[in-house]
């Protein structure tokens, strides 16, 4: 057996005018997240985990910010796109523990709704799968309501 892990991380600033997309799922807010995308912080710090452990480098080289084809793209096709690389790699995810850090709105309601979506995005089992959400304490700029940021982990595996 191959074992793969990987880390991702992502910030993306709260802004009026957005709508807020964490997931794959669209959570009512009076703000959203700024970004070329979507937008979808939990999504993106997904695909670096993912590109870690594939050592394949990072989101931001794959889809690049200055390409006008990812401009307002929905950051699951990102995911997809990843998920063929994973695929033609030949491992297999063992498990992804994703945290994303929010002071603002509450998303434990939405939780259920976003693992259904990443599992299918992924074709993963939902025990496969744990999203864990929590505020900053009202600490810097992610607790003053200006920014969400998520943490994931990736485990790979691969039977040779
Ligand atoms: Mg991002």
Known sequence: MQYRVGIGYDIHRLVQGRKLFLGAVE???VK???GHSDGD?????????LLGALALGD?????PDTDPKYQGIAS??????????????GYKINNLDVVIIAQEPTLIPFKKQMKEKICALLDLRQDALNIKAKTNEGLGAVG???????YATAS?????
């Not at 790979?156 to 040779?160: A, N, P, V």
Request: hydrophobic share 50%.
């Open 156 to 160: 790979l595996i691969r039977e040779d």
């Open 144 to 150: 003053h309501l200006e920014a969400i940021a998520c």
């Open 41 to 49: 912080a939990l999504i993106h710090a997904l695909c670096d985990a």
């Open 76 to 89: 699951s096709r990102l995911l997809k796109m990843v998920k063929e690389l994973l695929d033609k790699s």
């Open 27 to 29: 959570i009512p807010y």
């Open 32 to 34: 959203g997240l700024l």
């Open 59 to 63: 989101i931001g080289e794959h889809f």
